[in-house]
């Protein structure tokens, strides 16, 4: 039981981590979109989010649409809506 705990309390921060970094995304993506286009992008976004290897490699696959020029500026947009409801 304490093993699956243990299993269940990685999964969990791993998730916590990896929602924070997705949430991040939004001010950060034009780093991210750098760190996708360098010559080791596992590193360079392990760099970015102080994250491992695995995190970076799910970024990758997972995040892949933030490259295209659309959905970039569609997420300004949307964020810039979002911070002027907030103020």
């Known amino acids: 039981m304490a093993a699956r ?3 269940e309390m990685r999964d969990r921060q791993w998730t916590a981590r990896y929602t924070a970094i997705v949430l991040e995304l939004p001010d950060r993506l034009d780093d991210f979109v750098r760190a996708l286009q360098s010559s080791d992008p596992d590193a360079a976004l392990m760099a970015l989010f102080d994250c491992d290897a695995a995190m970076a490699l799910q970024l ?22 979002l911070r002027q409801t907030k103020a």
């Open 60 to 81: 990758r696959r997972t995040q892949f649409d933030f490259l295209t020029p659309r959905r970039r500026a569609q997420m300004r947009r949307d964020l810039k809506l």
């Open 5 to 7: 705990s243990e299993d």
